[in-house]
C-alpha cells in the first residue's frame, strides 16, 4: 500500500526558526494551509488537555509547522490521519538547542515498523486481539499503530512515551480520527470521523465516531515503573530493541504491563539493524517465570514502501501460554 499523500522530505542543513507566532496547521488534503496563533487546528477540544501544556525545555507542539499525513493500513478502514511536526530538522534543532541529544529526537519521523505494525493491527487475522481490547502503544513516537488499533476498535488506546511533545502528536493525531480523548476526569466527544456500524466493521464516514474506543496518553519511563501500574490486553510495541541497553528493561515490562493468562505483545522490528538484541530479547522471555509470554509461531516479514524506498520489517507475536 502506498501513501495517501507525499510525505514531506526534510534535507539535513535546512535550520528553520522556531516561532510560535509563525505556526501553521497544514492539512495538505485540501492543498491549502492557514495561519492561526496556535498549531492546534480550530475547535480542537484538546486546547484545556493537562498534558498539552507540558513542555520540553520551553518548547510546546505548538513550536512547530504541523502536518496531517494520511496512511493506508487496510482497505477496510479509511486513511489513518497522523498530525506530525513538518520539519524533522526543527525537532533535531530543538534537542541541539537544548543539550538533550541524549533524548530520542527521532520520534517524529513515520518509521516504516509503525506503518508495518499499524496494517498487522488492522488486518482480520488480528482482529480478536485488538477489538474490544485494552491498548497500550509502548513508546509511541507518532503513535500510528495505537490510532489504528483505536480505529479497528479496540475499547482504549493508551499512548506511552517520554517525550511529550511525541504524545500531544498523538493526541491531536486521535483527535483527527474523530476518537474519544480522555481528560482524566471526562472523556471529549468525537467530533467526526469514523463510525461504526451494527455488524462491528468500521467503515468511512463524517458523521459521529459511535465507537466506545477511548484514547489516552502518559509520560512514561520504562526504567521507573510505578508500583501501581495499569496492564493491558494488548501492548504494541515499535523499534523498541534498537539500542542495547534497552533489552533487558522492555522484557522486564512484560509482567508490569501484561495482564495474566491472555497478553499479547506485537513487536515490529526492522531485521537487520539488531538481530542480537531481538534474539536476547526473545531468550529473556523464554527464561522468565514472572509471566509466560512466548513467541507464538515464527516472525513475519512485511514490506513497507515509504519516502521512496521499500524496508523489511519482521513481526513478531508473543502470547501468553493461556491465551487463546
Known amino acids: 500500500m502506498k501513501n495517501v499523500l507525499r510525505v514531506v522530505s526534510c534535507h539535513p542543513g535546512t535550520r528553520n526558526a522556531l516561532s510560535p507566532s509563525r505556526v501553521r496547521f497544514d492539512t495538505r488534503r485540501h492543498r491549502s494551509t492557514s495561519t492561526t496563533p496556535t498549531a492546534l487546528p480550530n475547535g480542537s477540544q484538546l486546547e484545556s488537555h493537562p498534558l498539552m501544556s507540558l513542555k520540553t525545555g520551553r518548547y510546546s507542539i505548538r513550536d512547530f509547522d504541523l502536518v496531517i499525513d494520511e496512511i493506508e493500513v487496510d482497505n477496510k478502514l479509511p486513511p489513518i490521519k497522523i498530525v506530525r511536526p513538518k520539519s ?21 519521523a513515520l518509521w516504516p515498523s509503525s506503518i508495518a505494525l499499524a496494517r498487522s493491527v488492522a488486518s482480520d487475522n488480528k482482529r480478536s486481539v485488538v477489538r474490544d481490547k485494552d491498548v497500550c ?9 495505537g490510532i489504528t488499533a483505536g480505529v479497528a476498535g479496540a475499547r482504549s488506546v493508551t499512548f506511552y512515551d517520554r517525550e511529550p511533545l511525541a504524545l500531544q502528536c498523538c493526541l491531536l493525531s486521535a483527535e483527527a480520527n474523530g476518537l474519544r480523548v480522555s481528560f482524566d476526569d471526562q472523556v471529549s466527544a468525537a467530533p467526526m470521523g469514523i463510525q461504526s456500524t451494527d455488524d462491528g466493521d468500521t467503515t468511512k464516514s463524517n458523521d459521529i465516531n459511535k465507537s466506545s474506543s477511548t484514547v489516552s496518553a502518559t509520560l512514561f519511563d520504562w526504567n521507573a515503573v510505578p508500583k501501581d501500574q495499569e496492564k493491558f490486553d494488548l501492548i504494541l510495541a515499535c523499534d523498541v530493541l534498537y539500542e542495547k541497553h534497552a533489552v533487558e528493561p522492555v522484557a522486564a515490562l512484560v509482567p508490569q ?29 523464554d527464561a522468565s517465570e514472572s509471566h509466560k509470554l512466548k513467541l507464538n509461531g ?7 514502501t515509504h519516502k521512496g524506498s521499500t524496508d523489511t520489517v519482521l513481526l513478531l507475536e508473543f502470547r501468553t501460554q493461556n491465551s487463546e
Open 257 to 285: 504491563l501484561t495482564v495474566e493468562k491472555s497478553g499479547v505483545w506485537l513487536v515490529a522490528d526492522p531485521p537487520l539493524r539488531a538481530p542480537r538484541n531481538r534474539e536476547a530479547f526473545i531468550d529473556l522471555l
Open 137 to 145: 502503544d509502548l513508546g509511541a513516537g507518532l503513535g500510528l499503530a
Open 88 to 108: 524533522e530538522d526543527d525537532v533535531l534543532d530543538m534537542y541541539v538547542d537544548l543539550g538533550l541529544l541524549d533524548q530520542d529526537p527521532y520520534w517524529a
Open 298 to 304: 515464527k516472525p513475519t516479514e512485511s514490506k513497507v
